[in-house]
Structure formats: C-alpha cells, structure tokens
C-alpha cells in the first residue's frame, strides 16, 4: 500500500483511496483510453486522407466541435453541438470516430476512448490530423 507523510513517532500515514483516486487523477474525470477495439475492422483504408481539421459539419455546417468518421471518413458535430455524430452512430453503426477538437479517437460501441498513438490501426489518422492540425508531426510519446 502507498504511504505518504510522517508523523511524529516516525510512522508512515497510509494514503486513502480518494486520496490515490485524486493523485491518478480519477477525481479530474481522468480516463484511461483502450489500447484495443473490435470495431477497429470497420476503419476505412485510407485513413491518409481525410478531410482538415476545420471541415465544418456536413449536415449543419457548425464549424466547431466536429469529429471524423473513421469508417467513411464523414465530419458530423458532437453531441455537444447538434449531435450529428451520435446520430451517424446510432443510424449507421459506424462506431470509431476522431475529434478535431483535442484529436481523441472515441468508440461509440466500446463507450470509451482508444489510444491512437498506441493502437497501430489509429496511429496513422492521428498523425495526420495533427499534422494538419499544428503544422508538424506529433512528439513521440514514450508507452
């Protein structure tokens, strides 16, 4: 069990559960995204071409908040706008998708984010979403 702290004896104060929470960062809503996904055989073939990442929605033309179909490459809005990309989902049963917000990759069936940079299938769209994003290739990170 982790410790933290002394005290005056020299004994060590055992950390609480919401206290390990808070340092894993569970208590700021952090998540831990999916290294697998079965819904990764829909992906389309050619996730090197998609569309930039200020592509306004296809359905309301909002130009904020929008994601990528990663099954046929369409940009719809979150749910936080008009919902276009949960409709997709729920219409068409594409279930992997991309945000240009904060370049997340989200699975709709798996209800969870997936780690694009890990996962060999999502890595290539998340580099070039954030090519074309930031104008140069994302920093390696270190798994």
């Known amino acids: 069990m982790a410790t933290h702290g002394g005290s005056a004896s020299g004994q060590e104060n055992p950390i609480t559960e919401e206290e390990q929470d808070s ?20 992906l389309s073939s050619d996730l090197a071409h998609i569309p930039t990442p200020d592509t306004h929605c296809n359905r ?6 929008n994601w990528l179909c990663l099954c046929c490459k369409e940009v719809l809005c ?3 706008v008009n919902k276009h990309m949960l409709q997709h ?11 240009y917000s904060d370049l997340s990759v989200w699975c709709f069936s798996c209800d969870a984010y997936l780690d ?10 998340y580099e ?11 920093p390696f990170r270190t798994v």
């Open 23 to 42: 340092l894993y960062g569970a208590e700021s809503g952090w998540v831990d995204a999916r290294t697998s996904c079965d819904h990764l055989p829909s």
């Open 60 to 65: 309301c033309q909002h130009p904020n908040e």
């Open 78 to 80: 979150s749910r936080f």
């Open 89 to 99: 989902y729920q219409q068409i049963h594409h279930s992997v998708a991309l945000s």
């Open 116 to 125: 694009a940079q890990v996962i060999p299938q999502l890595r290539p769209v």
């Open 128 to 138: 070039t979403a954030y090519l074309l994003k930031f104008g140069e290739a994302p």
